[in-house]
């Protein structure tokens, strides 16, 4: 029996010749990732496990990126005891104020994950380095602690379904779009604890920035991770970005899937996932009129230049609706400055919106947007749970970035042909 992606590249890191479904392995890793939240965990375990050195200096990205600009005491002390490790253990690659990006657009921009590898991340939005050929998936701090001083991980070996996507894109339909519409059609238990392998005509035209928010989002509908076939499209955007070395692997002709799931993108129109979850996901034109207070563009999910190219395109020559908010959030400081020298900022902030420097920000309820009671927000963020923004009276329609720029406009959710 063959083996799909997934199943190779975990079989090629604890040097087996095969890993079935349900199997426990130990893997080596190729990177190991920690956050301003996640990381200090870590970094205590580590201490008190008497080890003084990392496993590999070269292999551990930490990026101050949830609560940063700090937001107060607690966030600043913090990002100090992460500063502090990083000097002492000499950690290549660390990301703070000035240099970092949301660490999710920030280490596919880097060139720091490449097909074939295996990367574990203490945030489970760790998945998005699926769209380049890679497994990758969130852990806890404590995974995240025994990694920094084996270079190890253990793993039971997920099951694969298989997403095919066939049939012509609409208008303003994006990866955003065709996620948010799986994960309504699965549910978010619809594949939990599987790898969600992305396939299909639609797949191989769509573009990279669309493969990693699909894949960013795999974990909303409970999967492992999600990942995409390393092609022509995945090795252009790799091109300058890195010199190390990858492997591509691709699934054998009979590898055994869960299940193969077929989705015809005809019948996609832009959707919106309603309160509370992703995968209440409603076509834009059904909840039109609903009031917003806020649009929020920009996360790990859609804050990369395509999506602010997006948005911009349909707040150029226009004003932002009395009464809402706009906050844009690009991905990394080279997403800033290209959408600065593209000349998109000047459409922002003309059209009324407010410009943040790449922050998690208002994502998750940290700072820089939070919502209060009884508010409602559009965001091309990736979770809207009871919450998530804000006070747990408040309202989340996760959407694209055209949606969102569009409702931000209007005042209400709408569809982009109706601007």
Request: with cysteine; glycine share 10%.
């Amino acid at each position: 029996m063959g083996m799909t992606i997934a199943e190779k590249i975990l079989a090629a890191h604890c040097d087996q010749d095969s890993v079935r479904p349900g199997e426990i392995i130990m893997g080596r890793l190729d990177l190991a990732l920690g956050n301003d939240i996640t990381a200090p965990l870590a970094i205590k375990t580590f201490g008190e496990s008497g080890v003084s050195e990392v496993f590999d200096r070269e292999k551990i990205v930490l990026v101050c990126d949830h609560f940063v600009p700090n937001k107060d005491i607690k966030s600043a002390q913090q990002c100090l005891m992460i500063r502090n490790f990083a000097r002492e253990q000499n950690i290549e690659n660390f990301f703070d104020v000035g240099k970092m990006g949301i660490e999710h657009a920030l280490l596919p921009e880097q060139g720091m994950v490449l097909p074939g590898d295996l990367v574990i991340g203490a945030d489970s939005h760790t998945c998005t380095y699926g769209a380049l050929g890679a497994f990758a998936t969130g852990v806890g701090s404590t995974d995240l602690a025994a990694a920094m001083i084996s270079g190890k991980a253990w793993f039971r070996v997920p099951p694969t379904i298989q997403f095919h996507y066939t049939g012509e894109m609409q208008k303003w339909v994006s990866g955003k779009d065709l996620i948010l519409y799986t994960i309504g059609k699965i549910g978010v238990s619809g594949a939990r604890y599987a790898v969600m392998e992305f396939t299909g005509p639609v797949i191989s035209g769509l573009s990279m920035d669309g493969r990693l928010t699909m894949a960013n989002m795999a974990i909303e509908a409970g999967a492992k991770t999600g990942i995409f076939h390393t092609d022509e499209i995945t090795e252009e955007y790799l091109k300058g970005r890195t010199d190390r070395e990858y492997k591509i692997y691709r699934g054998d002709p009979d590898a055994e899937y869960e299940k193969i799931v077929e989705i015809d993108v005809n019948e996609i129109e832009p959707v919106v996932a309603c309160p509370n979850l992703p995968s209440n996901v409603k076509p834009v034109r059904e909840v039109k009129g609903v009031k917003i207070d806020q649009a929020v563009i920009g996360s790990c999910t859609n804050g990369r230049i395509e999506d602010l190219r997006v948005a911009a395109g349909l707040l150029k020559g226009r004003k932002v609706a009395p009464g809402v908010r706009v906050i844009i959030f690009p991905g990394t400081q080279q997403i800033y400055l290209d959408a600065l020298r593209e000349g998109l900022m000047e459409i922002f902030v003309e059209a009324g919106a407010a410009v943040s420097t790449p922050t998690c920000g208002p994502c998750l309820g940290g700072h820089m947007g939070i919502l209060a009671e009884g508010e409602r927000a559009v965001a091309t963020t990736n979770r809207n749970f009871t919450g998530r923004m804000g006070h747990v009276e408040s309202e989340v329609y996760l959407a694209s970035p055209a949606v969102a720029a569009a409702s931000a406009l209007t005042g209400e959710l709408t569809h982009p042909d109706d601007i």
